[in-house]
T-cell receptor, first 109, second 116 residues
Framework: GQNIDQPTEMTATEGAIVQINCTYQTSGFNGLFWYQQHAGEAPTFLSY????GLEEKGRFSSFLSRSKGYSYLLLKELQMKDSASYLCAVRDGDYKLSFGAGTTVTVRA | ETGVTQTPRHLVMGMTNKKSLKCEQHLGHNAMYWYKQSAKKPLELMFV???????ENNSVPSRFSPECPNSSHLFLHLHTLQPEDSALYLC???????????????FGAGSRLTVL
């Protein structure tokens, strides 16, 4: 199967910046997704990267380096509502989508 | 109703029971999926339906039986489950199958299943 690694937990202070790393080893590559999942709720789409570089969407940015098998999700100006689990998902050469176990981010006042 | 709706939200069943999970999407999508989410583990793809046809069965035990009567509805029939099947079962839909462009999944909130 595919191997997708991300930290289990991260804690940060309101107003700060947090970077969630995701490394992957897949057979081929056809895009990387980030989803946000609040406790007891549905995962919701945050970002999609298929080419190297940074994609910015308001307070959230996602970066991809295909040669390094690496992505990060950057959350700026953290708010309490950003406390959630963040899922990294990679689509391999056969277009199979595999998820990481998720990173639980806790934002403290 | 908008988005992807799953019922029931919570289900407790014994190992000899038969129950069903229901998923409905109001997005006009053509593909629907069942995922299993266990604590601290990655989402596991179970089944994929594209235009009502099953296109993937990810080696799921036969005690889980999917049904897709139309592109808007998806069921997961459960019988003689084991305690290790306790998990959050997520339904998702997408415009096309996963091999089409930046195909984004829209998830339901899930059905929390506990098998006693």
């Amino acid at each position: 199967g595919q191997n997708i690694d991300q930290p289990t937990e991260m804690t940060a202070t309101e107003g700060a910046i947090v970077q969630i790393n995701c490394t992957y080893q897949t057979s081929g590559f056809n895009g990387l997704f980030w989803y946000q999942q609040h406790a007891g709720e549905a995962p919701t789409f945050l970002s999609y990267n298929v080419l190297d570089g940074l994609e910015e969407k308001g307070r959230f940015s996602s970066f991809l380096s295909r040669s390094k098998g690496y992505s990060y999700l950057l959350l700026k100006e953290l708010q309490m509502k950003d406390s959630a689990s963040y899922l990294c998902a990679v689509r391999d050469g056969d277009y199979k989508l595999s998820f990481g176990a998720g990173t639980t981010v806790t934002v403290r006042a | 109703e908008t988005g992807v709706t799953q019922t029931p939200r919570h289900l407790v069943m014994g190992m000899t029971n038969k129950k069903s999970l229901k998923c409905e999407q109001h997005l006009g999508h053509n593909a629907m999926y069942w995922y299993k989410q266990s604590a601290k583990k990655p989402l596991e793809l179970m089944f994929v339906y594209n235009f009502k046809e099953q296109t993937e069965n990810n080696s799921v035990p036969s005690r889980f039986s999917p049904e897709c009567p139309n592109s808007s509805h998806l069921f997961l029939h459960l019988h003689t489950l084991q305690p290790e099947d306790s998990a959050l079962y997520l339904c998702a839909s997408s415009q096309g199958n996963l091999d089409s462009g930046a195909n984004v999944l829209t998830f339901g909130a899930g059905s929390r299943l506990t098998v006693l």
